[in-house]
């Protein structure tokens, strides 16, 4: 393809010296008259696109001051004839040209955005609007391979939609025979909107709501801070006003910011969850910009088959785990813990997906964006999901979700009967093991070896069908589940021989993942459905027994230094935290890539830079959306759930024996 982009340029540089003499103004009237005989032609005289088109020309020509700024973009049809039409104009166009670097990859131009959305104009009693475009050139004949469009970016009226400009663009390359020759077409189309109606009905009942609710938790922390002021009495318990200083933004970021050690939890989780957390941000950091625009497209190719990506393709092949802990709970809780769960899972994604979610089903929310992120978000809506979905990573909520619901079949099994619930959870697990590897092996999917397919809608595929599933996912948290289980009822000591067996067992389960996922990147691999099947079936699992090692030593005192830097105090309250911060991340770097004006250029430096403030950013969001939204329902979820626990406790105070009670304990 990039020989075809340096024919394009040979073919119209010569097609144009023969052509048309394009110094000369009566030539630039010439093939202004041909374009419009071409948009009468396509697109029809009674289309206002065509209207403007021609208002926009005549404007050009009568060298309006507001069609001046204009010309400058309307050279780019004139392109498709000329390279000297460019060079007519001394400053960059507002649309794209051939731009250098296209050896190295650069065959996306995004024009001048702003620049072109900010063009507005009247001529002969007409109003108009540009808008911002980007279109991909493809190739149809038989001798060209096109493993990537190019896409370049033209300021059109914004009258004029996307299969118009394709219909435009095709009729005026079929009137260039060097373009013919080659199959050259535009494939594709898609215009930013000019609509700016942020304050909608939606978007106001939704602020009105949040802002009321924001309200009252300050009018809870005013409560706190008047009991703070009194002296502490027996009424203090019994009040309203004590009720409503529990749900305080005080007591709150005290909570989350607290480095003292919960009873009941395993300090090195926290450590875990953090560093998890932290390559979750970094995996989806280089994952924009794989996916964003970037100058040098094939450093990124040879970045993917080096070294240099091996931790990266680990986090896509394997993901990062982020454990939840629980307090140990009676048998007469387990049912309040598991509807504790569903409310405390569905309190956070209305809290949050919702807010986008409403912006997002608004006529189509990426088509504000950027062009990549256009490109991402559509893929991603018309392939992996039948609903409007614009944020990838809320997948996890709906796995977290059907896990929850399954698990009374595991844990009361494991309460009242031992080796039934064992039965059960290895049976489970042995069905989550095999089922991925069943699916791959039966559709011949590439979970790992995408990288060598050029079918962007059989990845997507793969993402639907393997990616996001929950039975997919089940085995590392049933792995966790019987973790556990051996926590709360086993204190067997191990000897110094099986401790080292144990850490020589996790070492190797992260080698063979991590060396395993590599070979999937070589140039020379060549996709083998067996090996596909099986890493993908087993790397998952294997990745969770080495993770589960780490916090079995660490709590029994096996791991030494490791264990120390795990429980680090420091981890806890960023822990507390990491739930909301993995909702935020993405959102920030999704803004972050919508904002982009100009091509990237991809380096390691670069997208560290970018991840370490992201990172920053996504930690002091999260931490207002967990004060805001996670804490005030926490607090509502104990108090509800604590009353109902202090009557049981009052009924079998006063109605069982207490030789029963000594029995059952």
């Given at each position: 393809?990039?020989?075809?982009?340096?024919?394009?340029?040979?073919?119209?540089?010569?097609?144009?010296?023969?052509?048309?003499?394009?110094?000369d103004?009566?030539?630039?009237?010439?093939?202004?008259?041909?374009?419009a005989?071409v948009?009468n032609?396509?697109?029809?005289?009674?289309?206002?696109?065509?209207?403007?088109?021609?208002?926009?020309?005549?404007?050009?020509?009568?060298?309006?001051?507001?069609?001046?700024?204009?010309e400058?973009?309307?050279?780019?049809?004139l392109?498709?004839?000329?390279?000297?039409?460019?060079?007519?104009?001394?400053?960059?166009?507002?649309?794209?040209?051939?731009?250098p670097?296209?050896?190295?990859?650069?065959?996306?131009?995004?024009?001048?955005?702003?620049?072109?959305?900010?063009?507005?104009?009247?001529?002969?009693?007409?109003?108009?609007?540009?808008?911002?475009?980007?279109?991909?050139?493809?190739?149809?004949?038989?001798?060209?391979?096109?493993?990537?469009?190019?896409?370049?970016?033209?300021?059109?009226p914004?009258?004029?939609?996307?299969?118009?400009?394709?219909?435009?663009?095709?009729?005026?390359?079929?009137?260039v025979?060097?373009?013919?020759?080659?199959?050259?077409?535009?494939?594709?189309?898609?215009c930013?909107?000019v609509?700016?109606?942020?304050?909608?009905?939606?978007?106001?009942?939704?602020?009105?709501?949040?802002?009321?609710?924001?309200?009252?938790?300050?009018?809870?922390?005013?409560?706190?801070?008047?009991?703070?002021?009194?002296?502490?009495?027996?009424?203090?318990?019994?009040?309203?006003?004590?009720t409503?200083?529990?749900?305080?933004?005080?007591?709150?970021?005290?909570?989350?910011?607290?480095?003292?050690?919960?009873?009941?939890?395993?300090?090195?989780?926290?450590?875990?969850?953090?560093?998890?957390?932290?390559?979750?941000?970094?995996?989806h950091?280089?994952?924009?910009?794989?996916?964003?625009v970037?100058?040098?497209?094939?450093?990124?190719?040879?970045?993917?088959?080096?070294?240099?990506?091996?931790?990266?393709?680990?986090?896509?092949?394997?993901?990062?785990?982020v454990?939840?802990?629980?307090?140990?709970?009676?048998?007469?809780?387990h049912?309040?813990?598991l509807?504790?769960?569903?409310?405390?899972?569905?309190?956070?994604?209305?809290?949050?997906?919702?807010?986008?979610?409403?912006?997002?089903?608004?006529?189509?929310?990426?088509?504000?964006?950027r062009?990549?992120?256009?490109?991402?978000?559509?893929?991603?809506?018309?392939?992996?999901?039948?609903?409007?979905?614009?944020?990838?990573?809320?997948?996890?909520?709906?796995?977290?979700?059907?896990l929850?619901?399954?698990?009374?079949?595991?844990?009361?099994?494991?309460?009242?009967?031992?080796?039934?619930?064992?039965?059960?959870l290895?049976a489970?697990?042995?069905?989550?093991l095999?089922?991925?590897?069943?699916?791959?092996?039966?559709n011949?999917?590439?979970?790992?070896?995408?990288?060598?397919?050029?079918s962007?809608?059989?990845?997507?595929?793969v993402?639907?069908?393997?990616?996001?599933?929950?039975?997919?996912?089940?085995?590392p948290?049933?792995?966790?589940t019987f973790?556990?289980f051996?926590?709360t009822?086993?204190?067997?000591?191990?000897?110094?021989?099986?401790?080292?067996?144990?850490?020589?067992?996790?070492?190797?389960?992260?080698?063979?993942?991590?060396?395993?996922?590599?070979?999937?990147?070589?140039?020379?691999?060549?996709?083998?459905?067996?090996?596909?099947?099986?890493?993908?079936?087993?790397s998952?699992?294997?990745?969770?027994?080495?993770?589960s090692?780490?916090?079995?030593?660490?709590l029994?005192?096996?791991?030494?230094?490791?264990?120390t830097?795990?429980?680090?105090?420091?981890?806890?309250?960023?822990?507390r935290?990491?739930?909301?911060?993995?909702?935020?991340?993405?959102?920030?770097?999704?803004?972050?890539?919508?904002?982009?004006?100009?091509?990237?250029?991809?380096s390691?430096?670069?997208?560290?830079?970018?991840?370490?403030?992201?990172?920053?950013?996504?930690?002091?969001?999260g931490?207002?959306?967990s004060?805001?939204?996670?804490?005030?329902?926490?607090?509502?979820?104990?108090m509800?759930f604590?009353?109902?626990?202090?009557?049981?406790?009052?009924?079998?105070?006063?109605?069982?024996?207490?030789?029963?009670?000594?029995?059952?304990?």
């Open positions: 393809m990039l020989a075809v982009l340096l024919l394009i340029t040979i073919a119209t540089a010569g097609n144009s010296a023969t052509a048309f003499n394009l110094l103004p009566g030539s630039l009237i010439k093939s202004h008259k041909i374009v005989s948009i032609g396509t697109i029809g005289q009674n289309s206002s696109c065509a209207r403007d088109l021609a208002v926009l020309d005549q404007a050009i020509l009568r060298r309006e001051t507001w069609a001046l700024k204009s400058r973009i309307f050279s780019n049809f392109m498709l004839y000329s390279l000297y039409i460019i060079r007519f104009f001394a400053v960059l166009d507002a649309s794209s040209k051939i731009s670097g296209i050896l190295d990859g650069n065959i996306v131009d995004l024009g001048m955005f702003d620049e072109c959305m900010g063009i507005e104009g009247r001529s002969l009693g007409v109003e108009i609007r540009a808008h911002h475009c980007m279109y991909s050139i493809a190739s149809t004949s038989s001798n060209v391979t096109v493993p990537l469009n190019p896409s370049l970016s033209i300021c059109l914004s009258t004029c939609n996307g299969p118009e400009i394709v219909n435009l663009f095709n009729r005026m390359i079929g009137m025979n060097r373009f013919k020759d080659l199959g050259i077409t535009v494939a594709s189309a898609t930013t909107s609509k700016k109606e942020i304050w909608d009905r939606e978007f106001i009942v939704y602020f009105s709501i949040v802002a009321i609710y924001i309200g009252l938790l300050l009018l809870c922390t005013v409560c706190h801070a008047i009991l703070r002021l009194r002296d502490a009495g027996e009424h203090r318990t019994t009040t309203l006003l004590s409503l200083a529990k749900f305080s933004l005080i007591k709150g970021a005290s909570s989350i910011l607290s480095t003292r050690a919960r009873e009941g939890n395993l300090p090195a989780i926290h450590g875990i969850r953090c560093l998890a957390m932290g390559w979750i941000v970094l995996g950091e280089y994952v924009f910009h794989v996916l964003g970037n100058v040098n497209l094939l450093s990124i190719v040879n970045w993917m088959q080096s070294w240099r990506s091996l931790y990266i393709f680990e986090w896509v092949s394997h993901d990062a785990c454990f939840k802990t629980n307090e140990q709970r009676t048998s007469l809780q049912t309040q813990v509807f504790a769960q569903i409310f405390e899972i569905n309190t956070r994604r209305s809290g949050f997906d919702d807010i986008y979610g409403c912006v997002c089903a608004e006529n189509h929310f990426w088509t504000s964006l062009f990549s992120v256009q490109l991402i978000c559509r893929k991603l809506s018309e392939k992996v999901v039948d609903e409007l979905i614009c944020l990838g990573h809320l997948w996890y909520l709906a796995v977290d979700m059907q929850f619901l399954v698990s009374p079949i595991i844990l009361y099994p494991l309460y009242k009967k031992p080796k039934l619930g064992l039965a059960i290895f489970l697990f042995s069905v989550t095999v089922t991925p590897g069943v699916i791959v092996g039966i011949k999917y590439p979970p790992f070896s995408f990288i060598h397919n050029k962007f809608e059989l990845i997507m595929d993402f639907k069908e393997i990616y996001e599933m929950p039975y997919n996912r089940a085995s948290w049933l792995i966790g973790l556990g051996e926590l009822n086993s204190n067997r000591r191990l000897g110094k021989l099986s401790v080292w067996n144990g850490w020589l067992t996790a070492i190797v389960a992260f080698a063979f993942c991590t060396f395993g996922s590599r070979t999937f990147v070589e140039p020379s691999y060549e996709y083998n459905v067996i090996w596909e099947s099986f890493f993908l079936a087993v998952r699992p294997i990745w969770a027994v080495g993770l090692w780490i916090i079995y030593a660490s029994n005192n096996y791991a030494g230094p490791i264990s830097v795990l429980s680090w105090k420091l981890f806890q309250p960023l822990s935290i990491s739930y909301c911060v993995y909702l935020v991340h993405y959102v920030v770097q999704l803004t972050e890539q919508s904002a982009q004006r100009t091509p990237n250029y991809f390691d430096y670069f997208i560290f830079h970018d991840f370490l403030g992201d990172l920053a950013i996504s930690i002091v969001i931490f207002f959306l004060l805001l939204f996670e804490s005030p329902f926490l607090v509502l979820e104990k509800l604590r009353r109902k626990r202090k009557s049981v406790e009052v009924f079998q105070e006063n109605i069982i024996p207490k030789n029963s009670r000594v029995e059952q304990a």
